[in-house]
């Protein structure tokens, strides 16, 4: 069967000689294909183009939020390790005082050689600084009221040193349980905050964020330590994935 041809004809004016020529039905075919294959892969180019300029806003907001508590982190440890370095400090004062009360036995308001109480009091002097020497006495007893006041009151320290251990605990777990990277590769079609419900059409506070894809098999990953309380199908959502984060209240 011989191929069928098209004839184009251009006429410019009534007086000119028109002109012509044949195109056959195959090379149209051919020209209308590789059209259509060229706005195609030019779309294709344009909407990845679109999806990766959206990834990358949402990355680079994504990476100033880790940045943002990454600093309110940093300044929360300086203020703990500031207290726990208090903590110690004060400590090692109070085991170096009493270690000074032992060495000096029952020298309060008791008769001491001659020679020995000098020594024991610029011992005791050179901790306590500017301390009159005629002043160490009463100095002495005031602490060791102090000190039994100290000792009446349970785990003193202890309490203190498990209150610290327990705020770095809580912190490291926020941090740990903090999202800091996105879920999934797509672009995000609704953010968190007011807007139009898509199933009562009523303004509504949409509390999450919602990613679109349209590949298939698209991996969901954790974006911070949590427990997996829903994996699979759940009505209207389909296919889901549930981690909660109970520190930051976040799903």
């Known amino acids: 069967m011989a191929n069928k041809n098209y004839t184009i004809m251009f006429l410019p004016h009534a007086e000119a000689n028109f002109k012509k020529f044949q195109i056959s039905k195959n090379r149209v075919i051919i020209i209308f294909s590789s059209l259509i294959l060229f706005l195609g892969v030019t779309l294709y180019i ?42 110690n400090n004060y400590n090692s004062k109070i085991n170096l005082l009493m270690s000074n009360l032992n060495y000096m036995g029952g020298g309060i308001g008791g008769e001491e050689e001659h020679g020995k109480g000098d020594q024991r009091i610029d011992l005791f002097s050179s901790i306590l600084n500017d301390l009159k020497q005629d002043r160490a006495n009463e100095f002495l007893t005031d602490f060791e009221m102090k000190l039994n006041q100290f000792e009446k009151e349970e785990d003193f320290f202890d309490h203190g040193y498990k209150n610290v251990s327990k705020i770095y605990q809580e912190m490291n777990e926020i941090v740990l349980q903090m999202p800091s990277i996105c879920p999934a590769d797509g ?25 679109s ?17 829903l994996a699979g199908r759940d009505g209207g ?9 109970p520190f930051t209240n976040f799903r």
């Open 46 to 87: 344009f909407y990845n183009f679109f999806i990766f300029r959206t990834q990358l806003a949402d990355y680079n907001q994504i990476k100033a939020k880790e940045a943002e508590w990454a600093k309110i982190a940093t300044t929360y440890w300086s203020r703990i390790d500031s207290a726990v370095n208090k903590m």
């Open 187 to 211: 672009f995000i079609s609704s953010r968190f905050g007011y807007r139009k419900d898509p199933f009562t059409g009523k303004r509504s506070m949409h509390r999450g964020l919602d990613i």
């Open 213 to 229: 894809n349209m590949r298939p098999n698209v991996p969901v990953i954790a974006t911070a330590d949590g427990t997996v309380i």
């Open 237 to 245: 959502f389909g296919k889901t994935v549930v981690i909660n984060h």
